[in-house]
């Protein structure tokens, strides 16, 4: 017996429900919500695709380190480290760590246990970032002919050509840091900038970031350019988690020097005579200091004397005097709770404020951030 129709509350009769193939009630546009057809065609299309997702995974970025006979092992596995630790931190798409030599095998660092090398000099054609450390070896390693010359060919290809320590020299002798900027351990900078005039040598940043290049001065600051390499490509957030696992600061002080400033300054001044001169202010920094009371010390002629110091020392007497008081302060801020305006005081300084501003010419932080970040009595 046919059952009578169903109206609904218009009087019309729905649309009767149509099956699949399989026996299935497909419900009709009446039946559903938007949101369930919505669900219904993206679960119809998802069917219809491969079992491959729709977008392949990001391939982990080579990070390739060349080793050569004599290289510092520090230079080599501090960098690697921080890579590695990235990678145990959860970095996307993350790093594949290799060694390449010029051969394959052993490879003997200047101190320590030597390297076994699965990989030679085609490997730098598929690097993301190479990285050459220094090392007694390095002058040797500059004179190989084939080496220099697969490094010059595969640069270009490279996003990212980094030295640590005085791997300079050997990425210098390929000439693709001809009329970039750079640095290299403080002992060698002389050196660098004598034997690879066009190169524009800095002896006092940490690390220096020239285009695709990226050089950082002696031993344990290659650790300090590799963490800035992760934030490059991780963020800051990651590669402070590094720098925790390393339990080293993520970032020292913008312009902060490779070694100790009254050191630097004395053994400059010694080559002019004043070395005296240099060791009397910093051991009176609080005094004020005039050109002509320097002058006179010194037994010249004021216009002779800030002549033939800025030749000497390689900047002016007023900058230099800064540059002592600078770094006493930062002794005081570093190991004493003095308030500001006493580290100020005894520096020399005029007041708070002056120190405040040397700070930032200087240094491009604060006198309070150096305490905050390097301060050891919390």
Not at 20 to 40: F, I, K, M, N, Y
Not at 131 to 138: D, F
Not at 205 to 222: E, N, Q, R
Not at 233 to 244: E, S
Request: glycine letters at 10%; a positive charge; aromatic letters at 6%.
């Amino acid at each position: 017996m046919n059952q009578p129709l169903r109206r609904d509350a218009r009087g019309s009769v729905p649309p009767k429900p149509s099956r699949d193939q399989r026996g299935g009630v497909l419900l009709t546009s009446a039946q559903t919500s938007p949101c369930e057809q919505w669900w219904s065609l993206l679960s119809s299309s998802m069917a219809r695709t491969t079992k491959r997702p729709p977008f392949a995974p990001i391939a982990p970025k080579r990070v390739v380190f060349l080793a050569y006979e004599g290289h510092q092992p520090l230079d080599l596995v501090g960098p690697l480290q921080v890579f590695a630790l990235a990678n145990r931190e959860g970095a996307a798409p993350g790093y594949e760590i290799i060694v390449a030599a010029m051969q394959r095998g052993r490879v003997d660092a200047s101190a320590g246990p030597s390297l076994v090398v699965d990989h030679g000099l085609e490997a730098l054609g598929s690097a993301d970032t190479l990285v050459i450390p220094g090392g007694p070896g390095v002058e040797a390693a500059a004179r190989e002919r084939q080496l220099v010359q697969a490094l010059r060919r595969t640069a270009g290809s490279i996003r990212r050509v980094c030295t640590v320590c005085t791997g300079s020299f050997l990425l210098a002798e390929t000439g693709l840091l001809s009329g970039k900027r750079a640095t290299t351990h403080w002992r060698s900078c002389a050196d660098l900038a004598a034997k690879y005039p066009d190169i524009e040598v800095l002896s006092d940043p940490i690390f220096v970031h020239d285009g695709g290049f990226w050089t950082s001065a002696g031993v344990t600051a290659g650790i300090d350019m590799a963490l800035a390499l992760v934030e490059d490509d991780c963020g800051q957030a990651m590669a402070a988690r590094v720098a925790r696992d390393l339990v080293v600061y993520l970032r020292r002080p913008g312009g902060q020097a490779q070694f100790s400033e009254p050191l630097a300054l004395q053994q400059r001044s010694n080559q002019g005579d004043y070395g005296k001169l240099i060791e009397l202010v910093e051991s009176t920094l609080n005094r004020s200091w005039s050109i002509d009371e320097l002058a006179k010390t010194a037994g010249q002629s004021p216009r002779t004397f800030q002549r033939r110091f800025t030749e000497a020392v390689g900047r002016s007497p007023a900058v230099a005097i800064e540059t002592l008081r600078i770094s006493r302060a930062r002794l005081m801020l570093e190991t004493t709770r003095a308030p500001l305006t006493v580290v100020a005081s005894r520096c020399g300084f005029g007041s708070q404020e002056q120190m405040r501003r040397a700070f930032h010419r200087q240094l491009g932080v604060t006198p309070g951030w150096i305490r905050e970040h390097f301060g050891k009595l919390g």
